[in-house]
């Protein structure tokens, strides 16, 4: 049924090439595997998909780690653009968990790589899939755990093959940023979720959306983007150009938010006072949206969780709090107008523009995620409580906060300009 040489098995219906066979003999005289250690012959495999042979064995994690090379390439004498591997996200729920279970003696297993000694010959196993894992057992050497760990092993790759098993060995089903964002936020602990629990922003016992939310639950983003505004803004000094943030989202965590976190009391009366304020306002812009007739888009029902609208209203509720009849006007924008009117006005936002300046595809105020609408965003805010003749936001109110924004603009552009005279 099969042939046997020395201690590799080439089953029958196979023509594995002399090079292929040479370098599985060459491979295993240098990196005597486990199963080659106690008599157990190892088997030349097939991939029929790209025609690539190889063999399945077992390495201790510190050969794995002092052979093994992460930045593996294509064709190393044309060019190092075109690495086979996706970036290492080493600040990540499902890394922590991955180098934590390595720690307690796990084993990984079909850790695939390629035996190429043609360049970088000291680490001859270039990874195709499984860097994370290799990273996470060279942590676990430094607890002193060594374990095997299994390695698919592939022997003389043309770049064809090499593209083939590499793609296919970093294609995953996709995880949405905000599925990441509430991973590594549980990670980081509850006080996050407790908070927007106890403010109103989550319902007891629930969780924060891992997508964008028809039902208008705050994800991760969302819920960070509002605390971290909300810092900046009691941080601000001056009456200048003030910018909001909208925190980012996915593999690594926003560096601004790890900053502000680490010092904030969750309990402070005045972030609860804040968080309270925003989830209402959030719920009557639902109701009054959804329960009327005319322009009940779920797209104006969600206006206050738009990263923009969310960033300027806690940066403008920060910013505010120097001046708590402002704050108090701020606030009781929810109370401005009557049903069936929603707070937030999406409708005139979405009709305000600067005629000259913005483009016809331009879909209103609170509509994009740059520093421009979210400085448009907070001029909306800011003038609300503190200029407008009656409260409320309005298309006259809106449209002035952009020219108000331009006028600020301008003259921070000019200043900076007469600094360099």
Not at 21 to 39: D, R
Not at 157 to 186: C, G, H, P
Not at 217 to 242: C, M, Q
């Amino acid at each position: 049924m099969v042939t046997k040489q020395a201690q590799i098995i080439i089953p029958k219906d196979y023509e594995v090439p002399d090079i292929v066979l040479e370098m599985a003999k060459e491979f295993l005289k240098l990196f005597k595997p486990s199963e080659s250690v106690i008599g157990i012959p190892l088997i030349i495999y097939l991939d029929k998909k790209s025609e690539a042979f190889y063999i399945i064995c077992h390495l201790k994690g510190s050969t794995i780690v002092s052979k093994t090379d992460l930045d593996a390439v294509l064709d190393p004498e044309e060019s190092e653009d075109y690495k086979l591997n996706r970036n290492l996200y080493l600040n990540t729920f499902a890394y922590n968990r991955m180098e934590n279970d390595a720690k307690g003696g796990r084993s990984f297993e079909d850790i695939v790589i390629e035996y190429d000694t043609s360049y970088r010959s000291e680490v001859p196993l270039k990874v195709f899939g499984g860097q994370h894992r290799v990273k996470a057992i060279e942590a676990a050497l430094k607890d002193k755990v060594n374990e095997k760990h299994g390695l698919r092993v592939y022997l003389d790759l043309t770049t064809e093959q090499k593209f083939d098993i590499a793609t296919a060995n970093n294609t995953s089903i996709a995880v949405s940023n905000d599925l990441l964002d509430r991973m590594q936020e549980d990670l980081l602990g509850a006080e996050l979720r407790n908070w927007c629990q106890r403010v109103g922003l989550l319902r007891e016992g629930e969780h924060f959306a891992d997508r964008r939310s028809a039902e208008g639950i705050p994800t991760v983003r969302i819920a960070r983007t509002i605390v971290v505004n909300y810092f900046i803004g009691r941080g601000v000094k001056e009456d200048i150009l003030h910018t909001p943030v909208v925190c980012k989202s996915g593999p690594e965590v926003d560096k601004k938010y790890i900053e502000i976190r680490v010092n904030i009391d969750w309990g402070d009366a005045r972030l609860v006072l804040m968080g309270k304020e925003f989830a209402e306002l959030h719920k009557l812009q639902r109701e009054r949206v959804l329960n009327r007739d005319k322009d009940n888009y779920l797209e104006f029902a969600n206006k206050a969780v738009h990263p923009s609208i969310a960033a300027s209203w806690a940066f403008a509720a920060g910013y505010l709090e120097r001046e708590r009849e402002s704050q108090k006007a701020h606030y009781g924008l929810r109370n401005a107008v009557e049903a069936p009117a929603d707070p937030l006005n999406a409708a005139a936002l979405l009709k305000a523009r600067l005629k000259g300046a913005d483009p016809d595809t331009y879909r209103g105020l609170g509509s994009r995620i740059n520093a421009e609408e979210l400085r448009r965003m907070f001029e909306v805010f800011s003038l609300q409580a503190t200029k407008a003749s009656k409260r409320g936001i309005n298309l006259k109110l809106a449209n002035a906060a952009i020219q108000t924004y331009h006028a600020k603009k301008a003259k921070f552009d000019a200043d900076k300009a007469v600094e360099k005279i």
